[in-house]
C-alpha cells in the first residue's frame, strides 16, 4: 500500500539530506533532481560519515549539455555533492547530453536496462524530484509529448516549457512511479500555486507534477511553509 505525506518543515535542505544520508546508508540506487533547490541538501549531506561505495546516482533529468555546462544538473551535483564527499565515490550514471537530446535518452536508457536487465521497470530506492513554478517536474511539462510516454525509460524534450530553454533528457512517468520513495524538495513562495495544483486531489496533465503517484512506492513532499501556503488545510 503506497502511503503519501505532505510534511511543512522549516530546514527543507536538512530534512532531505537526512532522507538520502538514509538511502546511501541502505545501498542502492539514488536519483538526483536537478535545479537548484537540491544543492543545499546535497552540501549537508556530503558533510556526513557516509560509505557511497554500495550507492549508484543516476539523474531525473537533465539538460542536453556537456558535463562543463553552466546549466548541467550533473554539474550542480558534482560541485555540491561530489566533489565534497569524502572517501569511497559513488557509481555515478550521467546524463552524456554532449551526444545531443536524441541519442542520450537512447545511451541513458540503455544504461537504465544493463542496471536493471530482465527485472524490468528501473525501480529507484530514492527518486528526488523538483518542482517548476508551472508545476513541471523532472523535465515532464505540460502539454509535451514525453508526459505521455509509456513505453520508453527516458526521452529527449526539445522545447522545454521553462528556462533554461534547452533541449533535456528526461526519466518517463513510468520509471518515476515506480520509485520505492519518491520525495519532493520544494521551497519558496514563487512554488505556492504549483503546489497547489500538483497537490491537490485529482491528477492534472496540465501539472505534471500531480502525475507523480509512486505505487507500491510512498511519497513525500518536503516543502517550506511559503511554498504551502495555497495548500488546503490538508498540508
Ligand atoms: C531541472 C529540474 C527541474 C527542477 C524544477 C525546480 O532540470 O530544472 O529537474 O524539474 O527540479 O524546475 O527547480 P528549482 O529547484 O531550481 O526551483
Do not use: C
Not at 76 to 105: T, W
Not at 151 to 178: F, K, Y
Amino acid at each position: 500500500m503506497s502511503a503519501r505525506a505532505i510534511t511543512v518543515v522549516d530546514d527543507v535542505a536538512g530534512a532531505a539530506a537526512e532522507r538520502i544520508a538514509a538511502a546511501v546508508r541502505d545501498g542502492g540506487h539514488i536519483a538526483l533532481s536537478g535545479g537548484s533547490t537540491p544543492r543545499a541538501a546535497h552540501e549537508r549531506v556530503a558533510r556526513e560519515e557516509l560509505d557511497w561505495s554500495h550507492t549508484q546516482l543516476w539523474f531525473g533529468d537533465d539538460r542536453a549539455v556537456g558535463p562543463q555546462h553552466e546549466h548541467s544538473n550533473y554539474l550542480m551535483v558534482r560541485r555540491s555533492l561530489l566533489d565534497r564527499i569524502r572517501g569511497a565515490q559513488p557509481e555515478v550514471h550521467r546524463i552524456k547530453g554532449e551526444l545531443g537530446h536524441d541519442a542520450a535518452a537512447a545511451d541513458y536508457e540503455r544504461e537504465l536496462k544493463t542496471a536493471w536487465g530482465a527485472e524490468g521497470l528501473p525501480r529507484m530506492d530514492l527518486l528526488l524530484l523538483g518542482l517548476g513554478p508551472d508545476a513541471h517536474t523532472a523535465s515532464l511539462f505540460g502539454g509535451d509529448d514525453a508526459l505521455g510516454e509509456r513505453e520508453r525509460l527516458a526521452v529527449a524534450v526539445v522545447n522545454p516549457g521553462m528556462a533554461p530553454l534547452v533541449s533535456r533528457v528526461t526519466l518517463t512517468l513510468p520509471v518515476l512511479n515506480a520509485a520505492r520513495e519518491v520525495v519532493f524538495l520544494i521551497s519558496g513562495e514563487d512554488k505556492a500555486e504549483a503546489v497547489a495544483r500538483a497537490f491537490g486531489d485529482a491528477p492534472d496533465p496540465s501539472a505534471p507534477a500531480s502525475l507523480i503517484r509512486p505505487d507500491p512506492g510512498n511519497l513525500l513532499v518536503l516543502l517550506d511553509a511559503s511554498a504551502a501556503s495555497l495548500m488546503g488545510n490538508g498540508a
